[in-house]
Antibody
Framework: HVQLQESGPGLVKPSETLSLTCNVSGGSISSYYWSWIRQPPGKGLEWIGY???????KHNPSLKSRVTISVDTSKNQFSLRVTSVTAADTAVYYCARAVNGGRLEYWGQGTLVTVSS | DIQLTQSPSSVSASVGDRVIITCRAS??????LAWYQQKPGKAPKLLIY???SLQSGVPSRFSGSGAGTDFTLTISSLQPEDFATYYCQQAHSFPFTFGPGTKVDIK
């Protein structure tokens, strides 16, 4: 049974970098599309991007070049970095596994990241 | 980006009611459409993929239909645990996008 768990700081200052890690258990990270999705409080869902084939990435152009997604196969985890954050980046961040076809089968519980000084 | 709209934005219903939620895409997505259920404070849960395929473990009262630009999610007989927000999501072209959600609450 695949489980995902996000970890990282819950508070980030404006203009700094948001960094989160997703630990994957119950399955190998060497396959599938490992994704990050976020949800501002009380709002809808936004797909940030994903990593696949142990290193290829795709990210949402709406975040411009602020996003980096990476994977550490030795630790069975993948990570998200968002640079130059503003209050608009305040959201619950989810990691998830997508299968071919873009459906998100497994999700982490989510972690709230607040951008505030 | 492909925009998704959902209607209604909210619906009040009773246990046992049939509920239909629609999702419309700004351009054709073939059958690359999924539906999710989200309860407060929880991650979304996949219900339907490829427009009409039921995810393993999801009750058969949930069904999906449609292709191209128009899709529906039907809950045939609403149960107490079904009160939640439902989102559609297209996977035809990146960035994959979600609809704004439909909240199903108790009448």
């Amino acid at each position: 049974h695949v489980q995902l768990q996000e970890s990282g700081p819950g508070l980030v200052k404006p203009s700094e970098t948001l960094s989160l890690t997703c630990n994957v258990s119950g399955g190998s990270i060497s396959s599938y599309y490992w994704s990050w999705i976020r949800q501002p409080p009380g709002k809808g869902l936004e797909w940030i991007g994903y990593i696949y084939n142990s290193g290829s990435t795709k990210h949402n152009p709406s975040l411009k070049s602020r996003v980096t997604i990476s994977v550490d196969t030795s630790k069975n985890q993948f990570s998200l970095r968002v640079t130059s954050v503003t209050a608009a980046d305040t959201a619950v961040y989810y990691c998830a596994r997508a299968v071919n076809g873009g459906r998100l089968e497994y999700w982490g519980q989510g972690t709230l990241v607040t951008v505030s000084s | 980006d492909i925009q998704l709209t959902q209607s209604p934005s909210s619906v009040s219903a009773s246990v046992g009611d049939r509920v239909i939620i629609t999702c419309r895409a700004s351009q054709a997505v073939s059958n690359w459409l999924a539906w999710y259920q989200q309860k407060p404070g929880k991650a979304p849960k996949l219900l339907i993929y490829a427009a009409s395929s039921l995810q393993s473990g999801v009750p058969s009262r949930f069904s999906g239909s449609g292709a191209g630009t128009d899709f529906t999610l039907t809950i045939s007989s609403l149960q107490p645990e079904d009160f939640a927000t439902y989102y559609c999501q297209q996977a035809h072209s990146f960035p994959f996008t979600f609809g704004p959600g439909t909240k199903v609450d108790i009448k």
